[in-house]
Antibody
Framework: EVQLVESGGGLVQPGESLRVSCVAS????????MNWVRQAPGKGLEWVSY????????FYAGSVKGRFTISRDNAQNSLYLQLNSLRAEDTAVYFC??????????????WGQGTLVTVSS | SDELTQPPSVSVSPGQTARITCSGD??????ASWYQQKPGQAPLMVIY???ERPSGIPERFSGSTSGTRVTLTISGVQAEDEADYYC???????????FGTGTKVTVL
């Protein structure tokens, strides 16, 4: 059974940093690209970042580029998101999601339950 | 533009058909997926590659496409289908992923 479990969320002050993690099980983690998606309270889904299976490619949404860093450790079946210079508008539940590629289509077929990051003074 | 636009809400009676549209320039060249999200839960993929249904998703969920618009159709809507639905694709170069604005489906 595929499982993705996020952790590391919490309450931080504006300008501070936080690292959230996602541990995968039930599949060969190193075969799949991964994404982070966030959802602010009462709002829609927002794609945040992508990392390829071998870490050679990483992309970011414009709203977080230069502040957030995605990484992974395939030996530990783990995905990370380093959040720096946090702002109130970064407050959200952060989901990790596995990406599948099918005939050129890119979809997120499994999601974790999310970890809440709250940025407030 | 890489935005994906959805209607904010759709209301439907049980047993009827709900249609949710998603429009955006990227859809002319990139495949779309659809996700269902119930309160307090993670999103669940219900359609990928415009029209494909993952294993375990009921047959009443179907997808279609025409130009820069894709549509999620729920035939014979059930009370359990009440949820938020999001389309998702990639921007034209395929680098960035993008979600639609979301549609709340209410079963009357």
């Amino acid at each position: 059974e595929v499982q993705l479990v996020e952790s590391g969320g919490g309450l931080v002050q504006p300008g501070e940093s936080l690292r959230v993690s996602c541990v995968a099980s039930g599949f060969t983690f190193s075969d799949y690209a991964m994404n982070w998606v966030r959802q602010a309270p009462g709002k829609g889904l927002e794609w945040v970042s992508y990392i390829s299976s071998n870490s050679r490619a990483a992309f970011y949404a414009g709203s977080v580029k230069g502040r957030f860093t995605i990484s992974r450790d395939n030996a530990q079946n783990s995905l990370y998101l380093q959040l720096n210079s946090l702002r109130a508008e970064d407050t959200a539940v952060y989901f990790c999601a596995r990406e599948i590629v099918s005939g050129g289509g890119r979809s997120l077929d499994y999601w974790g339950q999310g970890t809440l990051v709250t940025v407030s003074s | 533009s890489d935005e994906l636009t959805q209607p904010p809400s759709v209301s439907v009676s049980p047993g009827q058909t709900a249609r949710i549209t998603c429009s955006g320039d990227a859809l002319a060249s990139q495949y779309a997926s659809w996700y269902q999200q119930k309160p307090g839960q993670a999103p669940l993929m219900v359609i990928y590659k415009h029209t494909e249904r993952p294993s375990g998703i009921p047959e009443r969920f179907s997808g279609s496409t025409s130009g820069t618009r894709v549509t999620l159709t729920i035939s014979g809507v059930q009370a359990e289908d009440e949820a938020d639905y999001y389309c998702q694709s990639a921007e034209s170069s395929g680098t960035y992923r993008v979600f639609g604005t979301g549609t709340k489906v209410t079963v009357l």
